[in-house]
């Protein structure tokens, strides 16, 4: 599986984005996808995830309520919908894929390149 995120921008404070985590591969559609971000001199940090058939999410506590992630299996993406921006959301976010998911994988072993989104005050 290989992936390409993508989406990311300069917005103001308060305003929304979209990420887009698009994927190669005919058995995409059995990987849970997870997103992350690295902010400049911060540890890599989860932000949410989406089991493989869009069943189960999960956000943290930072995200929860805020940011919204879904998925689109026929055309092979993960989407991060990301209202109410705040300036400590500006990071590098990245795209991760673990599975198949009868494999129970513990590990996000496919990673995106990674897309960066600005939030200004």
């Known amino acids: 599986v290989q992936l390409q995120a993508s989406g990311g921008g300069v917005v103001q404070a308060g305003g929304s984005l979209r990420l887009s985590c698009a994927a190669s591969g005919r058995t995409f559609s059995t990987y849970d996808v997870g997103w992350f971000r690295q902010a400049p001199g911060k540890e890599h940090e989860f932000v949410a995830s989406i089991t493989w058939s869009g069943g189960s999410t999960y956000y943290a506590d930072t995200t929860k309520g805020r940011f919204t992630i879904s998925r689109d299996n026929a055309k092979n993406t993960v989407y991060l919908q990301m209202e109410s921006l705040k300036p400590e959301d500006t990071a590098v976010y990245y795209c991760?894929?673990?599975?198949?998911?009868?494999?129970?994988?513990?590990?996000?072993?496919?990673w995106g390149q990674g897309t960066l989104v600005t939030v200004s005050s």
């Open positions: 991760a894929a673990k599975g198949p998911y009868y494999f129970d994988p513990i590990e996000y072993s496919y």
